[in-house]
């Protein structure tokens, strides 16, 4: 099984910064994407940014210019740089871990959340 932590939630004011990692440990191959999420209180889950193992990267309309979704190759953690933080961006944010056990099985793995607050 895999396990996936994120780590670096915690209270900040509007317009400051917050820096969230995500890490997989386990019996991991191979990681094709990792995407962080958010769901705050009464709201849908939705997804904030994705990175595949190459690099590739995605925003959601509501962070692109204030959020940056990096790999962090020396520590093997998924980074998500948070800037000119909004209260609406207060949430439970998830990190979600898909990958390989092997070359052909795949599966997917959540982290149990951190929170983040923007709040003076």
């Known amino acids: 099984q895999v396990q996936v932590v994120e780590s670096g939630g915690g209270l900040v004011q509007p317009g400051g910064s917050l820096r969230l990692s995500c890490g997989a440990s386990g019996n991991i191959f191979s990681i094709d994407v990792v995407g962080w999420y958010r769901q705050a209180p009464g709201k849908q889950r939705e997804l904030v940014a994705t990175?595949?193992?190459?690099?590739?990267?995605n925003y959601a309309d509501s962070v692109k210019g204030r959020f940056t979704i990096s790999k962090d190759n020396a520590k093997n953690t998924v980074i998500l740089q948070m800037t000119s933080l909004k209260p609406e961006d207060t949430a439970v944010y998830y990190c979600?871990?898909?990958?390989?056990?092997?070359?052909?099985?795949?599966?997917?793995?959540w982290g149990q959340g951190t929170q983040v607050t923007v709040s003076s």
């Open positions: 979600n871990v898909n990958g390989r056990t092997s070359f052909l099985r795949t599966g997917s793995y």
């Open positions: 990175i595949t193992g190459g690099g590739v990267t």
